[in-house]
């Protein structure tokens, strides 16, 4: 049912923690499922690339192995290419999710956005395509898949 993939990030999550005086930091949750995912981003003043990236799950198997795989694409990255890690992308470099969790690596999109709205916000900056997360734990994740 789960990719050798997902095993891996679930069994061997890469980046769990926090990190402290985090740049950026955003927590998500799914009403449903009742996970909650936090992610820390430490963002290099100049050049906006993300240094490093934490992450804490309170959630399923998926929900970490996505996390987990998240901060991997994003770090490297800059704050306006991290808005190419989609749960799409989260999904595709695990070798997919089964549909009913496919939510979960919507949680994880949401919480790389959040943390990114975060800095944004602290640095007046507009990223291109970033919208205001929505409130923290919320419902209708399904809608969007
Ligand atoms: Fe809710 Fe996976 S079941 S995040």
Redesign the pocket.
Same mark, same amino acid.
């Given at each position: 049912m789960y990719s050798e993939k997902v095993m891996d990030h679930f069994t061997n999550p890469r980046n769990v923690g926090e990190i402290e005086n985090a740049d950026g930091v955003g927590t998500v949750g799914?009403a &449903? %499922?009742g996970?909650i995912m936090r992610i820390y981003l430490d963002i290099d003043e100049d050049t906006k690339v993300i240094k490093d990236c934490k992450f804490k799950t309170f959630? %399923?198997g $998926? $929900?970490v192995a996505t996390s987990s795989m998240a901060t991997e694409l994003v770090m490297g990255k800059t704050i306006y290419e991290a808005m190419e890690v989609t749960n799409k992308a989260v999904m595709e470099a695990l070798d997919g999710l089964p549909p009913v &969790?496919v939510? %979960?690596s919507l949680?994880a999109e949401e919480a790389i956005h959040a943390a990114l709205w975060d800095y944004a916000q602290s640095h007046n900056i507009e990223i291109p395509g970033l919208k205001e997360p929505k409130a923290d734990i919320h419902d209708g994740e399904e809608e969007q898949e």
């Amino acid at each position: 049912m789960y990719s050798e993939k997902v095993m891996d990030h679930f069994t061997n999550p890469r980046n769990v923690g926090e990190i402290e005086n985090a740049d950026g930091v955003g927590t998500v949750g799914n009403a &449903k %499922c009742g996970d909650i995912m936090r992610i820390y981003l430490d963002i290099d003043e100049d050049t906006k690339v993300i240094k490093d990236c934490k992450f804490k799950t309170f959630g %399923c198997g $998926a $929900a970490v192995a996505t996390s987990s795989m998240a901060t991997e694409l994003v770090m490297g990255k800059t704050i306006y290419e991290a808005m190419e890690v989609t749960n799409k992308a989260v999904m595709e470099a695990l070798d997919g999710l089964p549909p009913v &969790k496919v939510h %979960c690596s919507l949680l994880a999109e949401e919480a790389i956005h959040a943390a990114l709205w975060d800095y944004a916000q602290s640095h007046n900056i507009e990223i291109p395509g970033l919208k205001e997360p929505k409130a923290d734990i919320h419902d209708g994740e399904e809608e969007q898949e």
